[in-house]
């Protein structure tokens, strides 16, 4: 069963949750969910991140197909939403980063409560 945490939430933008037990993430965005193994959801950041150098082009025309891992489906993307996407992933990234160094630090010390 699934535990998860909240890495980014933003009732206008969307949210990024991250399962504890399968270790995916979850982004809502838009009209969008998507659900991506941890690589899955660093490479899909990344390609996004090199959609950015282009993304000025078309702010709000959406001309950006970005594929996904199924099938079939591509998401269809402004240049203006590529960068609140990108903005709201790296923030999730960073909360991701930052909470599993401070589990390391927990584990470290001994410290399984987590407190």
């Given at each position: 069963m699934?535990?998860?945490q909240t890495l980014y939430h933003n009732a206008r933008e969307g949210y990024v949750i991250h399962c504890r037990q399968c270790n995916h993430l979850q982004t809502g965005f838009?009209?969008?969910?998507?659900?991506?193994?941890?690589q899955g959801f660093l490479s899909f950041l990344q390609y996004l991140r090199e959609c950015l150098t282009i993304a000025d082009k078309d702010l709000d025309v959406k001309t950006f197909r970005i594929p996904t891992p199924y099938d079939g489906m591509h998401l269809l993307l402004t240049g203006g939403e590529i960068?609140?996407?990108?903005?709201?992933?790296?923030?999730?990234?960073?909360?991701?980063?930052?909470?599993?160094?401070l589990e390391l630090f927990r584990q470290g010390?001994?410290?399984?409560r987590g407190e």
């Open positions: 699934c535990t998860y838009g009209n969008i969910c998507i659900t991506l193994s941890r960068k609140r996407l990108v903005s709201m992933l790296d923030e999730a990234e960073t909360e991701w980063r930052s909470l599993a160094l010390t001994g410290d399984e």
